[in-house]
């Protein structure tokens, strides 16, 4: 493939990974392939990140015009708008079908149901709780000095701890989510899923470019806050995976979503720990 070529492909296969990770309308690719969605999972960090970038927008903006409370709640409409509530959904799904279903089957079938139960009203009511106060509280932190490298940045050498950890959160946490395709087993029905595409075999090109995808807002915190991040993520992918293993015997697309909101909250934790303590 001519440098050309690689270079449109990638841009596809970003503009896929936006209009399944987002809301936002992206035109039909001509000559579209199904496994092209499954190449485009290397780029669900970078939509991640995207996604931290217009909350931490968001949140500035409005910080301008009214309290920091206020700003955080437009911000966390604002990502949930541009999402369409697609994780949050597996979040509530997985829930209800945990919490009201005995056997497999029936756990899968709960969470196939379009209805929301008390379980799942309740894991989405106090999560979306739990990230807001989390937020605030990072917020009271202010600016923190951002890691230089050796170089001089003169007009950027601080940044409001609340934007590194939105951009952070958005994006770990979705490749985090992700890299459980890449070595669990998927459990249900392949023609019902919504995720049907990602579930097949992932390359090594999509992982690592996953994972690297990782670095560029790990790259703003100081080294002890980013290695502290990488071993709690590592800790709780763990845990995630041991969890619904015991639930299903693998993952759905619901668990992914769960993990993606899991995950988002355990960085704000994390972050809050560090600059705490």
Known sequence: MS???????????????????????I???????????????????????MV?????????????LWPSSIAILLSMIAT???????????????????????????????????RVGTYGSLALILSLFLKYQLLIALVEFGNISLPTFGFDFPFINELSLIIIALLCGH????????????????????????????????????IIILLLTGLIPLALLPLGAAVLLIAVLLLTRKLLVLWYNKQL???????????QQISELIIYLTLLTYYTY
């Open 3 to 25: 440098l050309r070529n690689n270079i449109e492909h990638q841009w596809r296969l970003w503009r896929i990974a936006v209009g399944f990770f987002t809301r936002i309308p």
């Open 171 to 206: 994006s770990l946490s979705r490749v985090l989510a992700v890299s459980l395709i890449f070595n669990q087993r998927y459990v249900r029905d392949i023609d019902s899923s919504k995720v049907k595409p990602m579930t097949e075999q992932q390359s090594s090109t999509e």
């Open 27 to 49: 035109k039909n690719i001509p000559d579209f392939q199904q496994h092209w969605l499954n190449q485009a999972s290397r780029y669900y960090g970078l939509v991640g990140l």
């Open 52 to 64: 931290g970038i217009v909350g931490a927008s968001v949140w500035f903006a409005s910080n301008t």
């Open 249 to 259: 015997g693998g993952y759905t697309g619901d668990l992914l979503g769960q993990a």
């Open 80 to 114: 949930i708008i541009l999402t369409g509530g697609f994780h949050e959904d597996g979040l509530a799904d997985t829930w209800d079908g945990f919490g009201g279903g005995w056997t497999l089957e029936q756990k899968l079938t709960i969470m196939k149901d379009s």
